[in-house]
């Protein structure tokens, strides 16, 4: 292990000990900041890497669409077709009107 990595993963586990004792936000905020902090130590170190976090984007970017497509499909199209026939486009007219 080298230095760099010994010092990141003290400072780590200082940060993790320290939000543990402030309670459940503190550890939620700390492993937060201990993924991101071993992911900026480790990074990608080949294509693989790359071509998994690409495939994670696209499967994300997909479900994303998915679910606004189908969110606009079950709610607002219908709601918006109720609204339009059930509206009466009729005219009543009295004889006094004429």
């Given at each position: ?17 320290a ?25 990608s ?14 499967l ?39």
């Amino acid at each position: 292990m080298d230095p760099s990595t010994s010092t990141v993963l003290a400072a780590v586990v200082s940060k993790t000990a320290a939000a543990i004792a402030d309670g459940p936000a503190g550890a939620l905020s700390s492993a937060v900041i201990r993924a991101s902090d071993v992911a900026e130590a480790h990074g990608s170190s080949s294509w693989l890497g790359l071509f998994a976090r690409i495939v994670l984007w696209i499967l994300q970017a997909v479900s994303t669409l998915l679910y606004y497509a189908l969110k606009l499909a079950t709610f607002s199209v219908p709601s918006l077709l109720f609204t339009l026939f059930s509206t009466s486009l009729t005219v009543t007219m009295n004889a006094t009107t004429l």
